[in-house]
Nanobody, 124 residues
């Protein structure tokens, strides 16, 4: 059974940084695509960043390019989202997702497993 558990959210001032972590368990994730999405009430879940667990290319939404970095630590079975230069519009619940598919997706419906989410609030 796949489990994804996010942590690291919180309240930060604009211009600050946070690092989100997603601990994955229940499978060997080497062939999985891993993604970060975010969502605000009444809105659809929005793509933020993605990568294949085994490495290679990373993918980012235009709104976060140059500010956010996705990475993973194999030894800890953890995927990270480093968020710098945060803006109030980055405020959302952030979700970690996993997909056992050939292509690393950028749409929520391309992911099979989801964490419970962690709240990020950026004050102006």
């Amino acid at each position: 059974q796949v489990q994804l558990v996010e942590s690291g959210g919180g309240l930060v001032q604009a211009g600050g940084s946070l690092r989100l972590a997603c601990v994955a368990s229940g499978r060997t994730f080497s062939s999985y695509g891993m993604g970060w999405f975010r969502q605000n009430p009444g809105n659809e879940r929005e793509f933020v960043a993605a990568m294949r667990w085994s490495g290679g290319s990373t993918y980012y939404a235009d709104s976060v390019k140059g500010r956010f970095t996705i990475s993973r630590d194999n030894a800890k079975n953890t995927v990270y989202l480093q968020m710098n230069s945060l803006k109030p519009e980055d405020t959302a619940v952030y979700y970690c997702a996993a997909a056992n598919r050939l292509r690393v997706g950028t749409r929520a419906n391309e992911y099979d497993y989801w964490g419970q989410g962690t709240q990020v609030t950026v004050s102006s």
